[in-house]
C-alpha cells in the first residue's frame, strides 16, 4: 500500500512539472567566472554585462517565450576550479549553455568537458589564439577579439608611431601572455619592429621590480605587455615608481588596461595604446543605448569584457531562434556563421574556426578616456583559419 | 668604453642591486625572528609566515581606521608582543617538553599557520589589498634613480637588524638569551628566569615578522596566502646561514638576495630560484651547519 502511494506521488509529481516545463521553463545559462583572486575584477564586468542582457531579454519576452535564467560559479581564475564547476553546472543544474571563462587556460579546459557533456560554451574574455586556433573545439566559440585581431590593429598604430621600434615583451606565463606575446611580435616585426627581449612573469606576480633589470639592459622605445586585472596595477605603478614610464611607449593587449583596473592604475596607464575590440567612445546608436543602461544599472563603466558578455546573450539568442530549439546540434549549426548587432556593431562568428569577426580598434589611453585613434576592418584584422578539427 | 660601462652601472647594474638590497632586508627580518627562535627554544615555527602575513593585515586594519603609516611600523611589532608571548606560553609550551618536541612543535605551528591563513581569508576575503605607498617619489643619487620609499626600507630595516643583533651580541639581556640557548638547565640554575626569556625571545621573533610585513604591504600587496611565497625564501637563509645563526642570517640573506637580483638579468627571474634553493642543498650537503654557528656557541 505504501509503495503504491508513493509511486501516485511520484507520478502525480513528475507530471506537473511535465506540464510546467511546456509552460515557460527558463533557459539556463551557466556562468563559470572569476569572482574572486586577481582576475575578480574582470568577473565583475563579465556578470554586470550578462544581467543587464539577461534583464532586457526577460523583459522582452525572453527566448522562444521562455526567460532566460543565469546560474554563477567562481572559478578563482584556476583551471582545475573552472573544470569542477563547469561539470556541476552541466550535470547537476542542467544548464543549456555555458559562458564566462576568462582565464584562457580555462576556457581551454572547460572546452574540453562541454565536449564530453555534449554541450556548447562561449568564451567572452579569453585572448589566446590556440583557443579558436590549433586547440579548437566543435563545441567552443568566442566572441571576443583574439589576441591576433588585437595585434592586427596595435601594428597598424605601431607602423604609423614608432616605425622601425625596438620593442621589449613583458607577459605573464601562461597560455595567454605566451599567445598574445607571439601574435604581437608577429604582427610588429612584419611592419619592421625589432625584438631586443622577451620575459614571462607568473601569473598573479607581487613584484616586477626584478623584471626590471632586463628591461632596462635591452633599452627598449617599446614595451608591450598583456598583464591584464590586478596585475596590470602593480607592473604600471611599480614601472612609474622606478622611473621607467617615461622612457618607452607602453602598448599591451585589449585587457592589460579597461575601465575596472584605470582608477586603480591611475596616471601612470596615461599614454597607454592598444588594439581592443571595445572603447566607451564608439559612437553609434547601440552603444549609446548600452552604455546608458550599463552606467545607470551599476555606477561604472563597461569595458571589452562587459560589453562582449553583454553581447553574447544576444548572440545566443538569435541562434536559439534560428534553431528554434536550444539542443546542441541545432545550435552549433545556427551558431556557425551568425552574424547578430552588439554594441560594438555587426559581429560574424566563422564558420571554419568559431571565431567572431568584428571591426579591431586603436585605443589610447587620453586624459582618462578611451581616445579612438583608428581602426581596422574586420576582414582585414581576423588573419588566417587554422583550425583542423571540424 | 669607460662610459659606457659606467652608464651601465649607473642605468642597469646599480637599480637591480638596490631592488635585490630591498627585498634582501626584508627576508633578513623574516629570517632573524626564524633563526632566534630556533636558536633558542629549538622549534621551528613553521607559522613564521603567517605571523608576517598579520603584520601585514593588522596594518592594513588600524590604516584604514585612519592611524598614520609611521605609526603603525611602531604600533604593529608592539601589539605582536603579547600575541607571540601568548602562544608560547599557551600553546607551544604544552607540547614543548615531550620527547619528539621537533615534530610536535613543527606540527602545532604548522596547524596554527594554517589557521591563521584561514582566518585571514574569512576576515578579509581573497583578494589582494595594496596600501598607498608612504613616501613617494624618487631622487637620483650618483646617477642612479632610486625610488624613495626602496631606500625608507632598506635603512629602517637594516637599522632594526643592527639593533637586534646589539641586544643579542652585547647587552646583559642578549648574554641571557645565549646562556639559555647554549645550556638551558646551567644558566636556569643562575637564575636566569629560562621560561620567561623563552616567551619573550618567541614574541620578539613574531614581532620582527610582523614589523616585515607593515614595511612590505605597501610594495607585495597584503593578501590571506602571502605568508607561504615569502617564508620558504627566509627558511633558505636560515638553513644556508647557520639554523640559530644572526650573522648567518644577515650574510646568507644578503647573498643569496643578490645572486637572484643579478641573475634576473641575464635569465628569467623565475628561473632564478632554483639557483637559490640549489645553493641550499649543495649547502646541505657539504655544511650541514651552514656558514656559521649557533646562537649559543662562539
Known amino acids: 500500500m505504501k509503495a503504491y502511494q508513493t509511486t501516485v506521488f511520484a507520478a502525480l509529481l513528475a507530471a506537473t512539472s511535465l506540464t510546467q516545463a511546456q509552460a515557460a521553463d527558463p533557459i539556463k545559462i551557466g556562468v563559470v567566472t572569476p569572482l574572486s583572486g586577481t582576475y575578480a575584477g574582470i568577473g565583475q564586468q563579465v556578470r554586470w554585462g550578462l544581467d543587464l542582457a539577461v534583464k532586457e531579454v526577460n523583459a522582452a519576452g525572453g527566448i522562444m517565450g521562455r526567460p532566460v535564467e543565469l546560474i554563477y560559479e567562481d572559478e578563482e581564475a584556476n583551471p582545475t576550479v573552472a573544470v569542477q564547476k563547469a561539470e556541476k553546472l552541466f550535470e547537476v543544474s542542467k544548464v543549456d549553455f555555458l559562458t564566462g571563462t576568462v582565464s584562457s587556460g580555462s576556457t581551454l579546459a572547460v572546452g574540453q568537458t562541454a565536449e564530453r557533456a555534449g554541450k556548447l560554451i562561449a568564451t567572452t574574455v579569453s585572448f589566446a589564439d590556440s583557443i579558436t586556433g590549433d586547440r579548437c573545439s566543435p563545441n567552443v566559440f568566442r566572441v571576443n577579439a583574439r589576441a591576433g585581431q588585437q595585434s592586427a590593429a596595435l601594428a597598424v598604430w605601431l607602423s604609423k608611431e614608432k616605425p622601425q621600434a625596438k620593442v621589449f615583451y613583458l607577459g605573464p606565463d601562461y597560455e595567454m601572455g605566451r599567445s598574445t606575446v607571439a601574435a604581437f611580435k608577429a604582427s ?22 626584478q623584471y626590471f633589470g632586463q628591461i632596462r639592459a635591452a633599452r627598449p622605445q617599446v614595451l608591450y605587455t598583456s598583464m591584464a586585472g590586478n596585475d596590470t596595477v602593480r607592473l604600471l605603478t611599480q614601472l612609474q615608481e622606478f622611473g621607467l614610464v617615461g622612457n618607452m611607449a607602453l602598448v599591451g593587449a585589449a585587457g592589460t588596461v579597461t575601465s575596472q583596473n584605470l582608477a586603480a592604475i591611475g596616471n601612470a596607464a596615461e599614454g597607454f595604446v592598444t588594439g ?52 546542441t546540434d541545432k545550435v552549433r549549426e545556427a551558431l556557425s556563421g551568425l552574424k547578430w548587432m552588439t554594441p560594438q556593431g555587426e559581429k560574424t562568428i566563422r564558420a571554419g574556426d568559431h571565431q567572431a569577426i568584428q571591426t579591431m580598434y586603436v585605443v589610447r589611453i587620453t586624459n582618462g578616456q578611451f581616445k579612438i585613434g583608428g581602426q581596422v576592418s574586420g576582414e582585414d584584422a581576423i588573419g588566417p583559419d587554422t583550425c583542423t578539427r571540424f | 668604453m669607460m662610459a659606457a660601462v659606467l652608464e651601465y652601472v649607473q642605468f642597469v647594474l646599480a637599480p637591480q642591486i638596490v631592488t635585490g638590497l630591498a627585498f634582501g632586508v626584508a627576508v633578513i627580518l623574516v629570517a632573524i625572528g626564524l633563526t632566534i627562535i630556533f636558536g633558542l627554544l629549538d622549534v621551528i615555527n613553521m607559522s613564521h609566515g603567517e605571523f608576517y602575513a598579520f603584520g601585514a593585515f593588522a596594518a592594513l586594519a588600524l590604516g584604514s581606521l585612519g592611524l598614520p603609516f609611521w605609526l603603525l611600523l611602531a604600533l604593529v ?116 628566569p629560562v621560561a620567561t626569556v623563552y616567551a619573550g625571545a618567541f614574541a620578539f621573533g613574531i614581532a620582527l615578522a610582523g614589523f616585515a610585513g607593515v614595511l612590505l604591504a605597501p610594495i607585495y600587496s597584503v593578501f590571506p596566502t602571502m605568508g607561504r611565497d ?45 639557483i637559490v634553493f640549489g645553493i641550499m642543498v649543495v649547502m646541505l650537503m657539504v655544511r650541514p651547519r651552514g656558514l656559521f654557528g649557533q646562537l649559543g656557541h662562539g
Not at chain 1, 307 to 317: A, L
Not at chain 2, 245 to 273: E, K, R
Open chain 2, 230 to 274: 615569502f617564508i620558504l625564501m627566509a627558511f633558505t637563509v636560515v638553513i644556508v646561514g647557520g639554523l640559530g645563526s644572526i650573522a648567518g642570517a644577515v650574510v646568507a640573506g644578503l647573498f643569496l638576495t643578490q645572486v637572484q637580483a643579478i641573475a634576473s638579468l641575464y635569465i628569467s627571474p623565475v628561473w632564478t630560484d632554483p
Open chain 1, 276 to 327: 581592443a575590440g571595445y572603447s566607451t567612445q564608439i559612437d553609434t546608436p547601440e552603444n549609446k543605448k548600452f552604455l546608458d543602461a550599463f552606467k545607470a544599472a551599476y555606477k561604472a563603466d563597461p569595458d571589452l569584457y562587459g560589453t562582449d558578455s553583454y553581447g553574447v546573450i544576444y548572440g545566443y539568442k538569435a541562434a536559439v531562434e534560428k534553431a528554434k530549439s536550444t539542443e
Open chain 2, 77 to 192: 611589532p608592539l601589539l605582536m608582543l603579547p600575541l607571540g608571548y601568548f602562544t608560547e606560553r599557551v600553546l607551544i609550551q604544552r607540547v614543548f617538553n615531550r620527547k619528539d618536541r621537533h615534530v610536535t612543535t613543527l606540527l602545532l605551528t604548522f596547524g596554527l599557520g594554517l589557521v591563521l591563513e584561514d582566518a585571514f581569508r574569512l576576515a578579509f576575503g581573497p583578494n589582494p589589498y595594496r596600501p598607498d605607498t608612504p613616501i613617494r617619489g624618487a631622487v637620483t643619487l650618483f646617477g642612479v634613480f632610486l625610488p624613495n620609499y626602496r631606500l625608507f626600507l632598506i635603512v629602517v630595516g637594516a637599522a632594526v637588524i643592527a639593533a637586534v643583533a646589539l641586544v643579542v651580541y652585547r647587552t646583559r639581556l642578549g648574554a641571557m638569551v645565549r646562556a639559555a640557548a647554549f645550556d638551558r638547565n646551567m644558566a636556569a640554575s643562575l637564575g636566569v
Open chain 1, 188 to 209: 610588429a616585426e612584419k611592419v619592421g619592429a625589432s625584438t631586443v627581449g622577451e620575459v614571462f612573469a607568473p601569473l598573479d606576480a607581487k613584484d616586477y621590480t
